[in-house]
C-alpha cells in the first residue's frame, strides 16, 4: 500500500504541483518580437523562430508552420531555415485576440512541436456566452435544495499519510442530485496541535483519479480539503479510475447538457459548496478565513465556488476552464470542454446552448464579490487564453493577475510559488 502512495506523489497532479513539458534533444523555440508578446491593432507581428541542437541552431531544417487566431490556425506552410533561425511574417488582427503562430520540425525523421502566441488589447475581449435572466434565482434555488441534505459527514483516518503534525482522513459527504443524494468524498488534512486554523478547499483538474491531499499545505497551519467531484472514494488503485475515465465517466461534460436541472456539473458545483459546509464545522477551524484554489476545471470551480459561497474569502484560479464557452458560435476560441467547437456541431441546439450559459465560469465571475489571484499564460491551448480573458475581463471584485505568457496548460515553479505564497498571505495573515 504504501508504494502505491509513493506513485502517487510522483505522478498524480495535486495542489499547484501542474504538468511540465518535457525537455527534448531538439528544442523549438518561437516568440512573438515584442518582449511582452502584445501588440496594439493593426500593428504587425513577426514571429522569431529558432530550432536548437545541444543550444546551437541547426542548420537546414525543414519547419512546417501555422499562422492565424488561436483555434483557427490558417493553412500550413513550410520552409528550410538554413541557418536554423527565422522571422516569420504574422500579419496582423483588427480587433481584440490572440494570432498564434505554431511550428513543427522535422529531424531525423521525428516531429518537434512549439508555438507562441501574440496578444492583442485582451483587456477589450468581452465574453460571448450571454447571462439568463434567472441565473441568480436558479442557483439560490439550488443551494437551498442542498441545505436541506443533511451531511451526514464520515471521517476515516488514514495513518500511512499522517506526519508528526497533520491527521489525514478520507472524507464523505452527502451532496445533493436532482434525482436522489449521492456521496462527495475528499481528502482531509488537518494540523494536530490544537488550535483554530484557517481553511482551504482545493479543486480538482479534469479527469479521474485518486488524490493525495495537501499534507504540505496543513504543515503551515492550514486546515486543507482536496476533493473529488464524482461521488466515488478517492483512495482506491489507479486502475479504478483508468477503468471509470476509460468507460462510465469518459466526456462526464457532456452528459444531460441538454437539462440545466440535470446536466452532471450542478451536482460538481453544489459539491464545492458541500465541501465548504464540512469544512465550517470543524472544531478547528477559525470561523473566518477560507479560500478555494485549483487549476483547469479547478480554475473554473475555484470562481464558481467563490461566487457562490459567500463564506468564502479568497480564490485563486489558475488558467480556468468552462470559461465562454460559446466563443465559438461566435467564430473564435472557446474554452475546455470545446462542446461548440466545429466537431462538436451536434451540440448547437438551442437546450444545449441555453443549459451550458447556467455553468460558464463567465457568468460566475459577474457575481464575485471577493479578492481574486488570477494566473495564466498565452500559449495555452486546452483553455484559450480569448475565454479565460473573458473571464478575467468581467470580474469587478479585487483581482490580481499574474501572467505567464509562455505558458501553455502548465505551470512554472516560481508560477506555483507566486499563487501559494499570496493564499498563505492571506489565510495566515495577523487580524
Known amino acids: 500500500m504504501k508504494k502505491i502512495f509513493v506513485m502517487l506523489g ?7 504541483a501542474f504538468a511540465q513539458p518535457a525537455e527534448r534533444l531538439i528544442k523549438v ?17 513577426k514571429f522569431s523562430v529558432m530550432v536548437l541542437k545541444y543550444g546551437n541552431p541547426l542548420k537546414n531544417v525543414k519547419i512546417v508552420y501555422q499562422i492565424g487566431p488561436e483555434k ?39 516531429e518537434y512541436r512549439n508555438l507562441a ?41 488514514l495513518p500511512e499519510r499522517c506526519t508528526e503534525t497533520v ?10 442530485r436532482e434525482y436522489g443524494t449521492v456521496r462527495l468524498y475528499g481528502i482531509l488534512c488537518v494540523p494536530k496541535k490544537e488550535g483554530k486554523y484557517p481553511a482551504l478547499l482545493r479543486v480538482p483538474g479534469a479527469g479521474v483519479r485518486p ?18 467531484i464524482h461521488g466515488i472514494p478517492v483512495t482506491m488503485e489507479p486502475s479504478v479510475y483508468a477503468n471509470l475515465g476509460a468507460g462510465p465517466l469518459n466526456a462526464y461534460w457532456t452528459y444531460n447538457l441538454d437539462n440545466r436541472d440535470l446536466y ?8 464545492c459548496v458541500r465541501a465548504n ?3 465550517v464545522s470543524l472544531p478547528q477551524y477559525d470561523g473566518t478565513n477560507l479560500a478555494v484554489t485549483g487549476g483547469s476545471q479547478g480554475g473554473a470551480l475555484s470562481i464558481v465556488t467563490a461566487a457562490l459561497d459567500p463564506r468564502v474569502k479568497w480564490s485563486a484560479p489558475i488558467y480556468p476552464a468552462l470559461s465562454d464557452m460559446a466563443g465559438y458560435l461566435k467564430g473564435r476560441a472557446g474554452g475546455w470542454p470545446h462542446i461548440f467547437d466545429k466537431s462538436n456541431a451536434h451540440n448547437h441546439t438551442d437546450a444545449k446552448i441555453k443549459t451550458a450559459a447556467y455553468y460558464d465560469v463567465v457568468n460566475f465571475a459577474k457575481q464575485l464579490k471577493v479578492p481574486c489571484f488570477y494566473s495564466m499564460g498565452f500559449n495555452d491551448e486546452t483553455c484559450p487564453p480569448t475565454s479565460m480573458w473573458a473571464v478575467y475581463n468581467v470580474i469587478n471584485s479585487p483581482k490580481t493577475l499574474k501572467l505567464y505568457q509562455e505558458t501553455g496548460h502548465w505551470t512554472f515553479p516560481e508560477e506555483n510559488e507566486a499563487v501559494m505564497n499570496w493564499l498563505l498571505d492571506q489565510l495566515l495573515a495577523k487580524k
Request: hydrophobic residues 40%; aromatic residues 12%; negative net charge.
Open 117 to 157: 502566441t501574440a496578444a492583442f488589447e485582451p483587456e477589450k475581449i468581452q465574453p460571448a456566452v450571454e447571462l439568463p435572466t434567472d441565473f441568480v434565482q436558479f442557483w439560490n434555488k439550488a443551494k437551498a435544495d442542498l441545505a436541506k441534505v443533511p451531511m451526514d459527514a464520515q471521517m476515516t483516518l
Open 167 to 176: 491527521n489525514v482522513y478520507h472524507v464523505n459527504l452527502q451532496n445533493y
Open 277 to 279: 459546509d464540512f469544512l
Open 264 to 271: 452532471y456539473f450542478k451536482r460538481v458545483y453544489l459539491g
Open 10 to 16: 510522483l505522478f498524480l497532479i495535486t495542489g499547484l
Open 211 to 228: 488524490y493525495g491531499g495537501d499534507v504540505k499545505t496543513a504543515e503551515k497551519g492550514i486546515i486543507t480539503l482536496e476533493i473529488g
Open 72 to 110: 483557427f490556425e490558417n493553412k500550413k506552410d513550410s520552409i528550410i531555415l538554413k541557418d536554423g533561425v527565422i522571422k516569420l511574417d504574422g500579419g496582423t488582427m483588427t480587433t481584440a485576440g490572440f494570432l498564434r503562430c505554431t511550428i513543427i520540425a522535422k529531424v531525423d525523421g521525428k
Open 29 to 45: 523555440i518561437v516568440a512573438p518580437e515584442h518582449e511582452d508578446w502584445t501588440y496594439k491593432p493593426g500593428e504587425p507581428v
